[in-house]
């Protein structure tokens, strides 16, 4: 198979919010979503799901919200609690975006912002 043609790729991202609120939420969200598709060079049209998880704290919204919100109204969204470990980043949002894409797995850009940094501090911003 070459090199060149595309492949089903996983891109894994999180932010975090001040608050358990809604705007905060889904602005939150949206940031990261742009972002993550910014720095991999994609398109909603790349897209084939996205897996949303939410820790315990954060009950004001779907994150999916601001997947519609931007546009992403035709792929399969799913969101979910995330289990509850003691120390874990608190009010924290994380993605797992499933896309087609040319790029290999070393070549692509998970996106960790604000307080999820500390999730994945070896990665660049």
Do not use: K, W
């Amino acid at each position: 198979m070459s090199m060149d043609r595309q492949r089903v790729r996983a891109l894994r991202g999180a932010t975090t919010v001040a608050a358990d609120d809604r705007d905060e939420i889904v602005a939150a969200t949206a940031e990261l979503l742009r972002a993550m598709l910014d720095r991999n060079g994609a398109a909603v049209a790349d897209l084939i799901s996205l897996v949303f998880t939410s820790t315990a704290d954060l009950v004001s919204e779907f994150p999916a919200v601001a997947a519609r919100d931007i546009g992403i109204s035709e792929v399969p969204l799913l969101c979910a609690q995330e289990i509850p470990v003691p120390g874990a980043v608190e009010r924290c949002i994380r993605v797992l975006m499933h896309l087609y894409t040319d790029r290999g797995y070393a070549d692509l850009r998970h996106v960790y912002l604000r307080g999820a940094r500390a999730l994945r501090a070896d990665l660049p911003e």
